[in-house]
């Protein structure tokens, strides 16, 4: 089995049809791996989105897909394929081959070489993608917020502030149009340039600048997509958003919207720890 899964989901695609490859036996479950797929997986390095559920159809039999995950092997044959946190190396690593596992708790039997029918489930898909754009835009209002923080160069992010979201993340989950994300205000935080003294103080005004910031970009109505370097799995995406300011572009391999009117009336809370040392942002969607 050679050449990596090659991915729809980008396009927002929710159907497919598709060769299996493989079919093999996980912990109290069943992976099958085809050719092409419109299910987007669950990242086994960063698991912010949730996979896309659905529904396998083999010669005129549903199977419910409960889950998607990564999967690798060498294309010489030397291990067996690696699922999820399993997969001993890097994304990209030199010599290896890049699939989509759709999980079912169904034995399919003997599927190898057969054509199947793939379905997402387009209510969820679209909850996650909404939480999904809602993420990346809140970390850009955040970032533009915290701006006046910073006492050194630091990266910028895609509209020029500096880069708060992507040096200072620790942990971020997608849920149904929402996400929380969680900030480690450290030492190597500081070295960079970025003070925390008065945050506490400061931290309702913040919350409100990106309320309001969130609020103009969801009345822009402005475009959303998924740009990708390739058709397959392992292909580099980014998130855009063609706001009027400029547009934003950032490494994204989840699923997204299609216009920023959709995430409809916004939400976001900050929080911070007793101790200083942690920052949590909660955005909600509806």
């Given at each position: 089995?050679?050449?990596?899964t090659?991915?729809?989901?980008p396009?927002?695609?929710?159907?497919g049809?598709?060769?299996?490859?493989?079919?093999?036996?996980?912990?109290g479950?069943?992976?099958?791996?085809?050719?092409t797929t419109?299910?987007?997986?669950?990242?086994h390095t960063?698991p912010?989105?949730?996979?896309?559920?659905?529904?396998?159809?083999?010669?005129?039999?549903?199977?419910?897909?409960?889950?998607?995950?990564?999967g690798?092997a060498?294309r010489?044959g030397?291990?067996?394929?690696?699922?999820?946190?399993?997969?001993?190396?890097?994304r990209g690593?030199?010599?290896?081959?890049?699939y989509?596992?759709?999980?079912?708790?169904?034995?399919?039997?003997?599927?190898?070489?057969?054509?199947?029918r793939?379905?997402?489930?387009?209510?969820?898909?679209?909850?996650?993608s909404?939480?999904?754009?809602?993420c990346e835009?809140?970390g850009?209002?955040?970032?533009?917020m915290l701006?006046?923080?910073?006492?050194?160069e630091a990266?910028p992010?895609?509209?020029?502030a500096?880069?708060?979201?992507?040096?200072?993340?620790?942990s971020?989950?997608?849920?149904a149009?929402?996400?929380?994300?969680h900030?480690?205000?450290g030492k190597?935080?500081?070295?960079?340039?970025?003070s925390a003294?008065?945050?506490?103080?400061?931290?309702?005004g913040?919350?409100?600048?990106v309320?309001t910031?969130?609020?103009?970009?969801v009345?822009?109505?402005?475009?959303?997509?998924?740009?990708?370097?390739?058709?397959?799995?392992?292909?580099?995406?980014h998130?855009?958003c063609?706001?009027?300011e400029g547009?934003?572009?950032?490494?994204?391999?989840?699923?997204h919207?299609?216009?920023?009117?959709e995430?409809?009336?916004?939400?976001?809370t900050?929080?911070?720890?007793?101790?200083?040392?942690e920052?949590?942002?909660?955005?909600k969607?509806s």
């Amino acid at each position: 089995m050679h050449g990596n899964t090659l991915v729809s989901f980008p396009s927002g695609a929710l159907t497919g049809e598709a060769t299996v490859r493989q079919v093999l036996p996980l912990d109290g479950s069943f992976g099958v791996v085809c050719d092409t797929t419109p299910f987007h997986p669950v990242d086994h390095t960063w698991p912010d989105q949730p996979a896309d559920r659905g529904v396998l159809t083999a010669e005129g039999e549903a199977y419910a897909v409960e889950d998607a995950l990564i999967g690798a092997a060498p294309r010489d044959g030397s291990a067996p394929l690696a699922v999820g946190p399993g997969i001993p190396v890097r994304r990209g690593e030199e010599g290896w081959d890049w699939y989509v596992v759709h999980v079912l708790a169904a034995d399919p039997g003997p599927l190898t070489g057969r054509r199947v029918r793939l379905e997402v489930d387009p209510e969820r898909r679209h909850r996650l993608s909404a939480g999904h754009t809602l993420c990346e835009l809140v970390g850009l209002a955040l970032n533009r917020m915290l701006a006046p923080r910073w006492s050194k160069e630091a990266k910028p992010d895609a509209l020029g502030a500096p880069d708060f979201d992507k040096l200072a993340i620790t942990s971020s989950r997608i849920f149904a149009h929402g996400s929380v994300d969680h900030y480690r205000l450290g030492k190597s935080l500081r070295r960079k340039g970025f003070s925390a003294e008065g945050l506490a103080a400061e931290l309702p005004g913040i919350e409100a600048g990106v309320n309001t910031l969130m609020a103009g970009w969801v009345a822009e109505d402005a475009p959303v997509g998924v740009a990708t370097e390739g058709p397959g799995i392992d292909a580099l995406r980014h998130f855009r958003c063609a706001l009027a300011e400029g547009e934003a572009s950032t490494p994204c391999g989840g699923t997204h919207v299609t216009r920023t009117g959709e995430l409809g009336q916004v939400k976001v809370t900050l929080e911070l720890s007793g101790d200083g040392t942690e920052l949590r942002m909660e955005a909600k969607c509806s």
